[in-house]
Each structure stands twice: as C-alpha cells, then as structure tokens.
C-alpha cells in the first residue's frame, strides 16, 4: 500500500483540476460532491497507509517517480517518503480536510456556481500542496509543497477579491509568508551545500556524524527557523495570520487546523536530528515559541472579533508547538499540532456555525444568549473550549502537558511562562464562549428572529471534529498516569531515534502530581471567573487604558509599518527621485545624448564631396601601410 | 643597375599620381593621374620581371622567366583601354547633364 | 657614368618633370601633353629595359589611341580655357602631403627592406621580345587572352549606351 502513496496527493489535485478547469460548467452540488470525494479517496487511502505504518519494525518506504533534477553534482528525484511521522500527518490533513470540505458545501451555498467551483479548486489545491509537504522524500518536495499552501493561502484568504480590505490580507499573508521562504530557501542552499544532496535521509545520516554546536547546523537550522516562523505564524512573522480572517470560516478552519501553519512545526519535527545538534537554535525556537504564546494570548484577552479571538489563540497554541520543538519534546509537539488539528477545527467551524446563524455578524459584543437557539454548535464550541483550556480529560489536557512537562525539565522558567500562557488561554477563550453563547442576547430584533441552527452538513463535522477533540488525548497517556500506555510515542519513537540518542536523560521531576493538581486547579479558577463575570455582565464598551493596547495588538502592525514599511517607502521615494531620475536615466539618456551629438558632428564629415572621402581614403591606406608595414 | 632606383622611380609616378587626384577638381585631369599611376605600376611590373631574368639567367642560359610579368602589363594596359573609354563617356555625360567637369558638383553621395 | 646610366637618368628626370607638369598644368590641353611626355619617357624606360614590345604598344595605345581619346573630349568640352574654379587651399595642401606621406612611408619601406639593395636587375635578355611574348600569350594565357575581348566589347557597348543622348 505504501507504494501507492501517490495516490493522496493525486486525488485532490485531479479534484482541483476538474472544479478549476470546469468551474463555469458544474453545478454546485456536483462541485461540491467532487471536491469533498477526493479528499475522502486521499483519506481512505492515508488510512491505508497509516495502517500499514503501524506495524512494529515498519522501516521508511521511499517512492520514487521520477527523476526531478539530474546534473552533474546535484540529484533530486521527486521521491515520497513513508513513514510514521508523514503517515500521521496524511491523516490529520485528509481527516480533518475531509470534514471542512463537507462543511464548506453548506457553508458557501450563497455564492454563485463558478466561485462556489473556485473555492472547491482552491480548497483541493491546498490540500494537495500540504500533502506533498508532508509526502515529500527531499526538503525540494518539501519546498514546492510549502510555496503551495503560500500560494493556496493567498488565493483563499482574497477569495472574495472584490473587498479590497480582504485583498489587502491576501497580500499581507502572501509576503509575509515570502520573507520565511527565503529562509527557507537560503536553508535548502546551505544544505546542499554542506551535504550535496537534499534527501531526508542522507542529509540526517550525515549530519549525525556532526558534532553537537556545529556553526553550519545552527545556521542552517536558524534558517529552516526563519521559514518556520513564516509559515506557522511566530514572532516576527505572526501578523498575517489574524489577518487571514479575512477568507470565508471553512479556510480559516483549514488553514489553523489541517494545513499551512503546521507547516512550521512540520518541518522541524522532520529535520528534528538537526534541531538536537544544534541547542542554540533549539534555545531560540524555544524562546521565540514562547515569546509568541505570551504575546498571542494578551492580544487575545481583548479582540472583540469571534474570529481574531480563535486566530490568536492559534498563535498562541503554535507557540507551544515550538516550545515543545524547542526543549526536544518532539511527540509532545506532533501530539499538540493533533489534537490542536481536532478542537481548533472544531471551534472555527463552530464559530463558522455561529456566524451563519447570526447573518454575517463576527462581533460577539453583539451575541450572547445563543446557548438555546444553537444547541448542537453551543454543545460542540463548549467541548472545544474546555479542549483548548486544557481540562482533564480532553485532548488539549495531555499534549500541553507533555509540552509543559517537558520544558519543565528544560527550565522551570520555560514551565511558569507557559502556565501562565494556558491560564490565559482558559480565560480568552471562556471569555469568548460566555459573550457568545451565555446572558441575554444582544442584537438587532431581526437577526434574533433569523437565528436558526445549521443544517447537518455543518453539525455533523461538528460532531465528529467534537468527539475527536474529546478522545484524542488518549492516544498520549503520560507515563505519570500509566506506564508504557504513550501510544503515539509508540508510534513515533523511529522517527525520533536518532534524537533520542543523542539526549541525556532527563532528570526526575518532583512532585509532579501535585503540579498537575494545582495547574489544573488554577486553569479551572480562571474558566470560572471569566464563565460568570462575562456572563452577567458583557464587555460591550471599547476598551481603555492597558486593555486598548491589548485590543490594538501590542500595536505590532503600526510598529512594522512605521519601522519597515514607511522607511523603505521613504528610501523607494528617494531613490525613484534622485537616483533613478538623474542617475540611471541621466546615463541612459547621457549615452544616447552623446551618441546623437556625436553623430551630429561627424556627419560634417559626410559633405559629398568625392575629393575629400579620396582623401580620407588615401589617408586610411597610409595608416594602413604604416600599421602593416613598420609595426 | 639597382632594383631600387625603378621601385623609387614607380613609387615617386605613384605618389605624383595620388597628389594630383587629391589636389585637382577637374575629372578628366584626375582621371589621367589615374593613368598615370596605372603606368607606375607597369613600369614596376617590368622592372621585377627583368630582376626575375636576371636571377634565372644565371642557372638557365634559356630561361624565360619574366615573360609573364610583361603579359601582365599588356593586360593591364588592355584593361585600361577599355576602361578609358568607359570612363570618358561617362565624364561626357556628366558634362552633359551638369555642364562641368567640376567633382565638386558631384556632391550627391551624401544624400 | 656608362651610357645606361645616363639615359636612365634622363628618362627619369623627364618622367617625374613631365607628370609633376601634368598635375599642376593650369590648362587641361597642356596636361595631356605632358602626359604624352611621361608616356614617351615611360617607353624610354622600356627599350632600356629591353622590353620593346611593351615599349611599341605603350606607345600606340597610351600616347597614341588612349591620349588623342582624352584631347579629342577636352576639345569638345572645349575645356581648353582655364575655368577650372581653384579648390579650397587647405584641402590642396593636405591632398600634396597626403601624397607625399605615402611616398614617404612606401620609400622608406623598400629602404628598409633587407636583400632587396644587392638585387639588380639585367638589361639584356630576350624575354621582352614579341616572339617570346606572344609564344606565352598565344599557348598559357590564351582564354584571357580571349576573355579580354568580350571584356572591350562590353566597354564598347557600356561607352554607347552611356553616351547616347537621352530621348
């Protein structure tokens, strides 16, 4: 089975083709019915796989198609590799990809029949590119798939073009994601370079001969960073992703859950041999991880936008993922960006739900009260909160505490940070739920009278995304509660090998149960106080003093564009002005100035008197013969 | 005698010949100078084929090396001929058409 | 100073007088004449030469057909009259130093030239003479010989056709 890997990808991409290319000539349903089919072939399929890759002693399977550069010196084949990691992520991309194209059927039944195709292209597109990022047996496989979802996510995020707000976001995301590419790229050029191919697995066998600290590794593994932090969303590069809200809710599901920001974590899951080699970088994605996490979740505390709200909340949960990545806790990352897959496609596509019922309306200063009008969506958004805050025993609860647990052994200041990070969390995110769903309801009389509960094609990935995001957390049962029963370190354990090895032993954490019972505790207070407070009483005014800081982002956006982008206006202006004007053009222009002079007096030369063109001759044949005859 | 004073000699017709063609407007004086540097260079011709005999002589009492130099000149001065008459009808008409021998006035070239 | 000698150096004087002459000659008519001198001294050189075929038809043909051709044009165009308008100064100085330049840089090549000083050249010899010339003319250099005559057929005809009044 694992030779027919090909298979994933190439489902989604004929469903692109056929909805891209066939866009004016399908009906909606049909659109709709080809673009979630392939996505569930791609998931039969991943199935398949991922069975197969559950066997003990499962060794990596490379499928190699064919040749993709071939020079002398360089060999990239366009080769899918197998394995455990690949195979898990295959079905978190086509799982939870399948549900969020069933829910866009009925989510986008507004648009007309060529956009409705569009989408379904776009949304088919994407998956292929994560797929192949994911597949891929090279970092250049790797590579197209990452440009992919850069691309796809530009194309989604400005699906409705005509708002220029939207493609303003599109462009924003676009470039932003172009900066980390080129990290990325400058990464891929230095592997090359060091170890003159770039397949997985020459690359990590060669880079195991390396010493740990290597200065080629931290820089090559900083690089690989710089593009983590485009793609998934991290200090500097965070601000496109808030931004993204801009597309319709199934993208936004699509790309903070299945695809695009896992990109990030990913990759460093899969160059994970030479993250371990190199603790400085480890101790930046670590610190950078959590810088994020922090900043994400203050900004959270105060956005009014149902949807800013979950998108900082990815942010912050992103920021996790590289603390897990940065402190070596490798399954505890892969883990949270599964279970993260599951709640926060849960709570978009919820928040999507709402936002249908409420005609539109993404400020939850203007819901509340939906508890009863939307019971499946309220019941569904309540399970992904307490995931999200991470309460015994939904899934958010065992992969943030294997994170916490495991930068808890790396530093005890790595742990408070991070509590205090999921202590915000709870609170944001109850926050969110209390405003929407709890008190009185706060809009105009006639969207109360239009509210409706959805119909089932969006309830029942509701359902499934709910019940997943309960039961997924038993999958990584911590050593603490049962010995050996970690399954999806199990799973894992080939992919991360070679790290393991290379680690010493962790020491012992102390009274790690009453560290639970107290964090817990703690995150229980928080979700209470902020049940009740935003419950009685809304905040529906605009906030003031410290609490606008928060609410305008930390001004990060006004930051970038006073330090960036107005300067590097400024210096465009100056040399638009100045050097191109009187120093290019006066060149340019020079050159034809002289040359039209110059031909102005030599065509004085040109009088048409025979005489003195024999002259001139006579005078050519003498310099002639001189040349010729005495030098 | 040298070599050297007929190669001066032609040399000298020559450059008497390139002179008069620079400093002269009217076309049929330039036109003999031009004839007059044709005869220069027979005037060499016969010279080198006598040289030519004279180093042959010596091996081979009945040599006739140098016989092909003089039949060059003879077609040289063929050649002339006809060019002459070309030439001539050709500075008639333009005395026709412009009413002067002058080469200035021929200062079309430039257009 | 043999007999040679002299006449060689008498030839020479005459050709180089007659063509300096024959440029600077205010009168067309005049410069033909001294044309027809430099011809005669050319020929001169020739029968020196021992070359006397050459000598005959250098005569009849240049000084003879070509020469009376030229006085024949400038009578018609009755040039006879110094009309000639004088060229620009300047332009006449550097036409006689280009020349002489060219002299120069030739003379001063063939000066230069190693082994060409101890070559003479003999004054006797049959080579020149219409018998041997025309053995060689009439048996290697026959087809030019012939090509030459479609070569005046088509002067003749160019000479027509340009001379022809337009109608």
Known sequence: ?631 | MPINYYIILAIALFSIGVAGVLTRRNAIIIFMCIELMLNAVNLLLVAFSKMHYGVAVTGIPETTAGVEAQLFVFFIMVVAAAEVSVGLAIIVMMYRNIHSVDVNFLNRLKH | MNITEILFWFLTALALGGSLMMVFSKNPVYSVLWLIVVFFAISGHYILLNAQFLAIVNIIVYAGAIMVLFLFVIMLMNLNADNEPQKNKWLKIAGVIAGGCLMLVLVSAILRTEGLKEQTLSLSGSTGLIKQLGKTLFTDYVLPFEISSVLFLSAMVGAVVIGKKED
């Open chain 1, 1 to 631: 089975m694992s030779k027919l890997v090909y298979l994933v990808p190439l489902f989604p991409l004929i469903g692109f083709l056929i909805n891209g290319l066939g866009r004016k000539g399908l009906s909606k349903s049909l659109s709709g019915m080809i673009g979630s089919a392939v996505v569930l072939a791609s998931f039969v399929v991943s199935l398949l796989v991922f069975n197969e890759t559950r066997a003990t002693g499962f060794t990596p399977v490379t499928v190699n198609l064919f040749d993709f550069i071939n020079t002398a010196g360089i060999n990239i084949p366009f080769a899918f590799q197998v394995d455990q990691l690949s195979a898990l992520f295959l079905l978190i991309i086509t799982g939870v990809g399948f549900l969020i194209h069933v829910y866009s059927t009925s989510y986008m039944h507004d648009e007309e029949p060529p956009h409705y195709a569009r989408y379904f292209a776009y949304l088919n597109l994407f998956v292929f590119s994560m797929l192949m990022l994911v597949l891929g047996a090279n970092y250049l496989i790797m590579f197209i798939g990452w440009e992919g979802v850069g691309l796809c996510s530009y194309l989604l995020i400005g699906y409705w073009f005509k708002n220029t707000e939207y493609g303003n976001a599109a462009r924003k995301a676009f470039v932003m994601n172009r900066i980390g590419d080129l990290g990325f790229l400058l990464g891929l050029f230095f592997i090359l370079k060091q170890f003159g191919t770039l397949t997985y697995i020459d690359v990590f066998k060669q880079a195991g001969d390396l010493s740990s600290g290597d200065t080629v590794l931290v820089v090559i593994t900083l690089l690989l960073f710089v593009g983590a932090t485009g793609k998934s969303a991290q200090i500097p590069l965070y601000t496109w992703l808030p931004d993204a809200m801009a597309g319709p809710t199934p993208v936004s599901a699509l790309i903070h859950a299945a695809t695009m920001v896992t990109a990030g974590i990913y990759m460093i899951a899969r160059s994970n041999i030479l993250y371990t080699l190199a603790p400085v970088s480890q101790t930046v994605v670590a610190v950078i991880g959590l810088a994020t996490a922090i900043l994400a979740a203050t900004i959270a505390i105060k956005q009014n936008d149902i949807k800013k709200v979950l998108a900082y909340s990815t942010v912050s949960q992103l920021g996790y993922m590289f603390v897990g990545l940065g402190v070596g806790a490798y399954t505890g990352a892969v883990f949270h960006v599964m279970t993260h897959a599951f709640f926060k496609a849960l709570l978009f596509l919820g928040a999507g739900s709402v936002i249908h019922a409420m005609h539109h309306e993404q400020d939850i200063r203007k819901m509340g009260g939906l508890a009863k009008k939307l019971p499946v969506t309220h019941a569904t958004f309540l399970i992904g909160c307490i995931a999200i805050a991470g309460i015994f025993p939904l899934s958010g609860f065992f992969s943030k505490d294997e994170i916490l647990v495991h930068a808890l052994e790396a530093n005890t200041i790595y742990y408070i940070i991070g509590l205090l990070g999921a202590l915000m969390t709870a609170f944001y995110m109850f926050r969110l739920y209390a405003m929407t769903f709890r008190g009185n309801f706060r809009g105009t009389h006639e969207q109360e009278h239009h509210l409706h509960e959805s119909p089932w094609q969006m309830t029942m990935p509701l359902a499934v995304l709910a019940v997943l995001a309960a039961v997924a957390g038993f999958v990584g049962i911590p050593e603490l509660f049962a010995p050996n029963a970690h399954a999806l370190q199990h799973y894992l354990d080939p992919v991360f090998a070679a790290s393991a090895a290379r680690v010493e032993a962790a020491h012992e954490i102390k009274n790690e149960w009453v560290l639970l019972v107290v964090s817990q505790a703690l995150i229980l207070l928080a979700i209470i106080f902020a049940w009740t407070r935003f419950s009685k009483k809304p905040e529906t005014s605009d906030a003031t003093g410290f609490g606008k800081v928060l609410a305008d982002k930390w001004y990060v956006d006004e930051l970038y564009d006073s330090i960036i982008t107005k300067p590097l206006n400024a210096l465009g202006n100056i040399l638009n002005r100045f050097v191109e004007k009187s120093g290019i053009d006066g060149l340019v222009n020079g050159v034809g100035k002289s040359v039209q002079w110059g031909g102005r007096q030599l065509r004085l030369l040109q009088s048409g008197q025979v005489g003195t063109y024999i002259l001139w001759m006579v005078l050519g044949i003498l310099v002639f013969f001189v040349i010729t005859l005495f030098i």
